[in-house]
């Protein structure tokens, strides 16, 4: 499903969370959403579930507004981090409801992963610990096959084995049945491998949207003496910089790795969490 973000703002009185956000989501991936903590994330992930209307400018799902559109939000299905379900219901209700929810909803898929992740079907939600309302979450987010999928820090309360299963899940399923899934996380290091594209958001900004094999293959690393390293770099675009003695180590984005690699110096990847924090953290700006 072809998503459209056009001039997209979002103000709670007089804050602002989105601020005229554009861009577009064509294909169905696995995409990161990551930025930091009042970045607008899910804001913005709210918008397009179509829990909520816009302040100004559009957020289009193959070319309809998802806001009250039960239609539309029957192909949308949203993960959040907490409060995903009422605390009464019992989990085989939940299942219950989900299933005549959503149109594309694999029963048979919610039964085995309720059985994999040790969930009894007659515990209330209230009764479950954190972790196994995480579970519950990424269940039906799973089962729900609903062609854009959204989790919001799906995994709280997960054990390190737990959080693999889902990851494993999650492309396991993404390659049986390709949709949009969009993923928005802290653990960074943990899931970067998922990515297919990233968009980054600052300050309810895009800040970044980007093939992450692209990223990737364009963020470097590189150290040496600090008057090379400046000659080198005059025309580059440096995101962060320090200094030890007389030697200084930059990280360059949109740069050619055989050029660096042509010029002597010595290079390193750098990690796709590093690369946000290099890239959102004002105090390390380099002061050109």
């Known amino acids: 499903m072809k998503i459209e973000v056009i001039n997209l703002s979002k103000r709670y009185g007089k ?4 601020q005229n956000l554009n861009f577009l989501i064509e294909e169905p991936k696995i995409y ?4 930091k903590n009042g970045a607008g994330k899910t804001t913005f992930m709210e918008l397009l579930s179509g829990l909520m209307r816009a302040s100004s400018g559009e957020l289009l799902v193959d070319g309809v507004t998802p806001f009250d559109n039960q239609r539309m939000m029957e192909n949308i299905c949203f993960v959040g981090e907490a409060n995903n379900f009422k605390k009464e219901l019992k989990v085989k209700h939940v299942l219950n409801i989900n299933r005549l929810f ?8 919610a039964e085995e992963l309720i059985a994999n992740f040790n969930l009894d079907m007659d515990t209330k939600v209230k009764a479950l610990s954190k972790g196994m309302e995480s579970a519950l979450g990424i269940v039906v987010g799973l089962a729900s096959k609903a062609a854009i999928t959204i989790f919001d820090e799906p995994y709280i309360g997960l054990d390190a084995s737990s959080r693999s299963y889902f990851y494993e899940l999650l492309i396991e399923h993404y390659d049986k049945y390709p949709r949009t899934i969009i993923l928005s996380t802290h653990l960074i290091d943990e899931v970067s491998a998922l990515f297919e594209e990233v968009i980054i958001l600052e300050n309810g900004q895009l800040l970044l949207k980007e093939e992450a094999e692209t990223l990737r293959e364009s963020c470097f690393s590189i150290s040496g003496e600090r008057q090379k390293i400046n000659n080198f770099t ?4 440096v995101i962060y910089q320090k200094d030890f003695m007389n030697e200084r180590t930059v990280v360059l984005l949109e740069e050619d790795r055989t050029t660096i690699e042509n010029a002597g110096f010595s290079i390193h990847t ?11 953290d004002k105090k390390r700006e380099v002061k050109q």
Do not use: F
């Open 234 to 237: 005059a025309e580059k675009k």
């Open 270 to 280: 750098v990690s796709l969490q590093d690369l946000i924090v290099y890239l959102t």
């Open 15 to 18: 804050k602002t969370a989105l």
């Open 32 to 35: 990161g959403l990551l930025g």
């Open 102 to 109: 959503y149109p594309t909803w694999d029963h048979s898929l």
